[in-house]
């Protein structure tokens, strides 16, 4: 650098932000504090700078929730506190839980797969065999709660036949089938959205490209989906970022300490 100190328009210039994001940036603590001078311009250094790349590069996005967001906030909390080897150790690890939970994804999209020929190959549901469950029979062997259940049927995942003179909903081993999907897609971290996607598309019975219906939105979905409703693609475009931030972050270690 030619100067010492960088002003906020350098560094809004080198991530390409308005300078009024570098000033939240640092009353959110995704920068380090800054000092001013007796007029009170902030007097940012090449520290400030390799922090706003690294906030720019892997906490841009939202995260949704199951643990990402926290995992990325470590990667640069640690670097605002100048210690740069704990914040590529805190990047690795981020790294190695979005591909833990790519893995938890794609397991659960090849579980779906092999599961739906069954589904879409099978008669109408089961439910009026003896066997059939209750709605808290049904939450105890599934372990989630009746709640739950419910909440699944009211968002469209499943239709629960009710018995004709009681009333009550009755769980037959169709069903049961079809919620351990729905379970284990919801902890693999699938929206409802994009499951009443692939559910609907399998009801119609189709049961080819299940896992390209649970990761693409529909057209009238398309200003308001999460990154939950298209999760395979998130956790992609997640490891490029944290692959990224490890590099950007061996980059900085490897600079020579005279330049820092």
Same mark, same amino acid.
């Given at each position: ?53 690294? !906030? &720019? =590069?892997?906490?841009? #996005? $939202?995260?949704?929730? /199951? ?5 990325? %906030?470590?990667? +640069? ?61 049904? !939450? &105890? =062997?599934?372990?989630? #709660? $009746?709640?739950?259940? /419910? ?5 469209? %995942?499943?239709? +629960? ?100």
């Amino acid at each position: 650098m030619d100067r010492p100190f960088l002003r906020t328009s350098d560094l809004a210039r080198a991530v390409g932000v308005h300078p009024n994001t570098v000033r939240r940036y640092v009353d959110w603590g995704l920068l380090p504090p800054v000092e001013r001078t007796p007029s009170g311009y902030r007097l940012f250094t090449r520290h400030h700078l390799d922090c706003l790349r690294l !906030a &720019r =590069l892997i906490y841009i #996005t $939202a995260y949704p929730g /199951r643990g990402l967001r926290q995992s990325a %906030l470590r990667v +640069v909390q640690a670097a605002v506190t100048g210690d740069m080897q704990a914040a590529l150790e805190e990047a690795n690890r981020h790294l190695a839980l979005v591909q833990a939970e790519q893995r938890q994804a794609d397991v659960a999209a090849t579980l779906l797969e092999r599961w739906a020929p069954s589904e879409t190959g099978s008669a109408v549901s089961s439910s009026k065999a003896a066997g059939s469950l209750l709605i808290g029979q049904a !939450a &105890r =062997l599934l372990d989630v #709660t $009746a709640d739950m259940l /419910r909440n699944w049927e009211r968002n469209g %995942l499943i239709a +629960v036949p009710r018995d004709p003179h009681s009333g009550y909903r009755r769980y037959g081993p169709k069903e049961i089938s079809r919620l351990r999907v729905i379970r284990m897609l919801g902890q693999a971290g699938y929206s409802h959205m994009a499951m009443l996607r692939m559910f609907r598309q399998l009801d119609r019975g189709e049961n080819r490209d299940l896992r390209h219906a649970l990761d693409t939105p529909a057209p009238g979905e398309a200003d308001i989906f999460t990154a939950a409703d298209r999760w395979l693609s998130t956790l992609a475009e997640q490891e490029e970022r944290a692959r990224q931030a490890v590099a950007l972050i061996g980059e900085i270690l490897a600079r020579p300490r005279e330049s820092a």
